[in-house]
């Protein structure tokens, strides 16, 4: 499963009733292609009845990127963030770090290109890793 799978599979998580021209443009895909997509997806048994199998487990990695940018910047990079498989929040922060983004994936090798990714927009000047060990107080919002 490449990225276009992984973000295909991410905006029906988001409308799994968006149309076939809505998934095309989310990922840059022609309708043919898409089409292609969807029924090698339901082939391989990752969409079944047009409902997505629910995930086998919950990602093992999680960790934080603390960004700095050049300038205030946030507004830009956020959107890009969007289309990232992997990335599941982000944060824009006052103080000496600009934007904390949230990562969970099954590898070290997907976070590292993660950062890798974010670490070569040109408003970014500085990427911290931070991995999350144990998590001692979750409250619901």
Known sequence: MDNKDQKLLMLLRENARASIKELAAGINLSRTALME?????????????????????????????????????????APRLKGIPGITACHSLGGAIDMMIEVSTDTLERANEIRETLSAYPEVSEVTTSTLLKTHIKRPR
Do not use: A, N, V, W
Not at 58 to 72: A, D, G, V, Y
């Open 37 to 77: 997509r969807l029924k090698r997806l339901e082939r391989d048994g990752e969409i079944t009845g047009y409902t997505l199998k629910p995930p086998q487990k919950e990602k093992s990695l999680r960790l934080f990127l603390m960004i700095k940018t050049h300038q205030p910047s946030c507004e830009l990079i």
